[in-house]
């Protein structure tokens, strides 16, 4: 067995606000494994970029505060590295893109000068072969003209093409880590498809490995190998791609995938998450998701009427103990006593599937393992090249390749 | 303004409808719609040197055309650039246009002034995008749903909040909130808070732009079940601007797809995803992302950007990105196709998609599906 890239143990980062210490990320653990895409999904305020940015340690301190946990980079723990060899891991092991490279992107240099600067820091290289590295990380990423181009401002190009430069950026180091945090949610989805697409190609090309942030479940399920699921700033569920989708274990996952509107299920009602995420100053006591959660809810109503063997499932050995707990609207309802009282951590509910809830199947006999998964997907979505289309007759929409 | 010779209040009878360059037949529906919208342009100018003088126009909407009946939902989905959102406030008059016509019950929508135009704004109501920026934050939530209903002289004091607490109430917020300011709310609760006063006009017609673009996953749904209840319950229609395809489908009785400022197709939402004909429709179904890891369509990935609107291609204007095109040219004979330059690469594409601008027309399928396109069925 291969050993992990990057892992992360029980990573905690607090920040130090004026009303006390609030904590974004919460005994965070995972692994990447070479070549490998691992997905953190998540909604907005859940964790994932503070765990991305705490990777790099790029959070600022104060009033950030890594509160313990290791970050290990093939065995190297980047928390105990000074600043200096901390310069020498970002951009060159361990590289990033950000969900909005406009903001990214200095505007007063040119693009290749911005490239340059990183080879030139970490390769040891001329100007001149710097720019010629520079040039051929333009081509790689689909920049056409790129001996023209590396001399345009950010503001000369589109988004699409920006992304790009920040993805040549990234790459020109041949970092064997890229973080890529929300790399498309400000592009088109037209635009997306092509980022996403050349991401998947400089992967294969290269062995690189890739944690990929982002809100959007879609992208997750084309992209990602392994994915773990964010509420509240902990992993809530973490499993194989094919897994999470097939047999989602934790109640938030599976409000989350029935909540998104899917094409070709036209106007069927939308089941919702009653209530709204947490805000990291005032958590809940106990799992930080039962105020919203539907299936502590389904328990205690199905206790309160006779049915507890019914409705807890095997291996759980949640107590049937029923007690009113209120909403964040500040409204009453009957939950499972455990769940408004013990926070559940990450168990490996089923081989290599972890969940973190009581009212899950083996939850109480799972072992508490560190989330390991070195797995490949196994369908990787077919892409045609707009200009190059299969041969078929061309009046039919089909044959265009919509339809398997 | 020289479209708006007809007096206001004289009810207009639907006119056959024909456009220079749009032929698509606008044909009103026993009962008349709602809304329709013939041959529409919103043109801005590009003003250069000293003295301003206007040298261009960037052409954001260039001859839209489509009827949206009571009580229904058209969709209007493209990418961003395409003119969608100009569309929707060209509609209301909150951007004047530069041609075309908009009629709201029959009745010559911009021909109205003064005092009569403000009854018919009572009726048009528009949600926006981004529920921080479209609410004032030094009022309070009971004022600025309130502020319409005195404005437009509906209620006064006790009454007027009584009402306030109503509408709260039926966004599914606790009327207490009233004294609070926007940034008390989270996101998904000032959207509601958009909501209460877009209705708190009882308004026929709503003008949703990208109502839940800016909300997490699991609020979306929330926003999108409001929306479906009050169209149900209050016979509103909406016309539901956004660029995520899988919420307009779910959302929609009809959706047009906008390509640079023109209609490039059209028809019933589920026929739209189930038999898409034109190639800017394929592919971007495609592009969007299934939330199935063994996906099952195969994805078109378009060469180069959206063109710019002030400089758009000539003839077609997706020819430059379009698949089809280039693969009916590979096999055409050469006085049929031209060489044009596209993302900096030659590509030979079909001549009549370069010299020629396609116009709506119907396709193979469901009643009611129209596409712009030489070549598809």
Redesign the interface.
């Known amino acids: 067995m291969q050993q992990p890239l990057l892992e992360l143990k029980n990573l905690n980062v607090g920040f130090d606000t004026e009303r006390g210490l609030i904590r974004p990320v919460r005994d965070v653990s995972l692994s990447i494994y070479p070549g490998q895409t691992v997905a953190l999904v998540g909604?907005?305020g859940c964790g994932k970029s503070v765990t991305a940015l705490s990777i790099l340690r790029l959070i600022p301190q104060p009033p950030g505060r890594i509160l313990g946990g290791e970050v290990l980079l093939e065995g190297r723990d980047l928390l105990k590295l000074s600043e200096k060899q901390m310069r020498g891991v970002r951009g060159k092991d361990i590289a990033m893109i950000f969900q909005e490279p406009m903001t990214s992107l200095n505007p007063v240099y040119t693009i290749g000068d911005q490239i340059v600067e990183a080879i030139t820091l970490h390769q040891g290289v001329s100007t001149r072969e710097a720019y010629q590295i520079a040039e051929e990380s333009l081509r790689d990423v689909g920049i056409?003209?790129p001996h023209r181009r590396i001399h345009e401002y950010p503001h000369q190009m589109?988004g699409?093409?920006r992304q790009r430069v920040m993805i040549a950026m990234a790459l020109s180091c041949k970092p064997k880590l890229l973080i890529a945090d929300e790399p498309t949610t400000a592009l088109?989805?037209?635009?997306?498809?092509?980022i996403?697409?050349l991401l998947r190609k400089l992967q294969q090309e290269r062995g690189m490995s890739i944690l990929l942030i982002t809100?959007?479940?879609?992208?997750?399920?084309?992209?990602a190998d392994v994915v773990g699921v964010m509420y509240a700033s902990r992993v809530v569920e973490f499993a194989t791609?094919?897994d999470?989708?097939?047999r989602p274990q934790h109640p938030y996952t599976e409000?989350?995938?029935r909540?998104?509107?899917?094409?070709?299920?036209?106007?069927?009602?939308?089941?919702?998450?009653?209530g709204?995420?947490p805000n990291p100053m005032r958590f809940p006591a106990g799992c930080k998701f039962h105020p919203r959660c539907p299936r502590t809810r389904g328990c205690a109503n199905a206790i309160k009427s006779g049915r507890a063997e019914a409705a807890i499932p095997k291996g759980s050995n949640v107590p049937p103990d029923v007690v009113q707990a209120v909403d964040a609207?500040g409204e009453s309802f009957p939950a499972l006593r455990k769940c408004i009282e013990v926070e559940p951590t990450l168990r490996e509910v089923h081989g290599s599937h972890w969940a973190a809830c009581h009212v899950t199947e083996n939850f109480d006999k799972a072992p508490g393992t560190v989330p390991q998964l070195e797995h490949r997907?196994?369908?990787v979505?077919?892409?045609?090249?707009?200009?190059a289309?299969p041969d078929v007759p061309?009046?039919?929409?089909a044959a265009?390749?919509?339809?398997? | 303004m020289a479209q708006n010779a007809t007096a206001p209040n004289s009810p207009i009878a639907p006119l056959p409808y024909v456009s220079s360059r749009d032929s698509r037949l606008v044909a009103p529906a026993t009962g008349g719609p709602l809304l329709e919208v013939r041959d529409l342009r919103t043109w801005f100018p590009i003003r250069r040197g000293v003295f301003s003088s206007t040298v261009g126009h960037v052409k954001a909407v260039d001859g839209v055309s489509f009827n949206i009946q009571p009580g229904k939902t058209l969709g209007m989905v493209g990418?961003?650039g395409c003119g969608k959102t100009t569309v929707g406030r060209t509609i209301l008059r909150l951007i004047p246009k530069h041609a075309g016509e908009v009629y709201y019950k029959g009745q010559d929508f911009f021909a109205y002034h003064g005092e009569e135009l403000r009854n018919l704004r009572r009726q048009m109501q528009i949600v926006f995008q981004d529920p921080v920026s479209s609410l004032n934050p030094r009022m309070t939530v009971g004022n600025i749903i309130g502020e319409p209903i005195e404005v437009h002289g509906i209620a006064r004091g006790a009454e007027k909040r009584e009402m306030v607490a109503g509408l709260l109430k039926r966004v599914g917020l606790?009327p207490t909130y009233a004294a609070r300011y926007p940034h008390e709310f989270?996101g998904?609760?000032r959207q509601r808070v958009g909501i209460a006063r877009a209705l708190a006009l009882s308004p026929d017609f709503i003008v949703c732009d990208e109502p839940v673009s800016a909300l997490?996953?699991?609020?979306?749904?929330?926003i999108?079940?409001l929306l479906?209840d009050l169209q149900r319950e209050r016979n509103i229609a909406y016309l539901f601007i956004a660029?995520n395809?899988?919420?307009v489908?779910?959302?929609s009785d009809e959706v047009a797809v906008m390509y640079l400022g023109r209609i490039v197709e059209q028809a019933p939402?589920?026929e739209l995803?189930?038999?898409?004909?034109h190639?800017y429709t394929?592919?971007?179904?495609?592009?969007?992302?299934?939330?199935?890891?063994?996906?099952?369509?195969?994805?078109?990935?378009?060469?180069?950007?959206?063109p710019s609107p002030s400089n758009p291609p000539t003839g077609c204007a997706f020819h430059p990105?379009c698949?089809?095109t280039?693969?009916?040219a590979a096999g055409a004979s050469a006085n049929e196709t031209v060489q044009i330059t596209s993302?900096?690469?030659p590509?030979r594409v079909m001549g009549r998609c370069v010299h020629e601008a396609p116009t709506l027309v119907p396709k193979k399928g469901e009643p009611g599906h129209v596409a712009a396109c030489w070549?598809?069925?």
Not at chain 1, 381 to 387: F, L, N, Q, S
Not at chain 1, 394 to 397: D, I, K, R, W
Not at chain 2, 273 to 277: F, L, R, S, T
Not at chain 2, 282 to 306: C, D, F, M, T, Y
Request: net charge negative; aromatic share 4%.
């Open positions: 909604e907005s056409s003209d589109s699409g093409m088109d989805v037209t635009i997306q498809a092509q996403l697409e809100h959007d479940l879609g992208v997750v399920a084309e992209n791609v094919e999470l989708f097939d409000g989350l995938f909540s998104i509107p899917k094409l070709g299920a036209h106007h069927e009602r939308l089941e919702t998450i009653p709204m995420v609207e997907r196994e369908v979505p077919v892409t045609i090249e707009g200009d289309l061309v009046t039919n929409a265009m390749g919509l339809k398997a | 990418e961003s606790d989270s998904g609760q997490d996953v699991s609020i979306q749904s929330q999108l079940n479906d660029h395809l899988a919420v489908e779910h959302f939402a589920r995803y189930a038999n898409p004909k190639p394929i592919a971007l179904l495609s592009a969007v992302p299934e939330p199935n890891p063994r996906p099952k369509k195969h994805r078109i990935v378009l060469k180069g950007e959206v990105r698949p089809l280039r693969q009916l993302g900096g690469e590509v070549f598809t069925e």
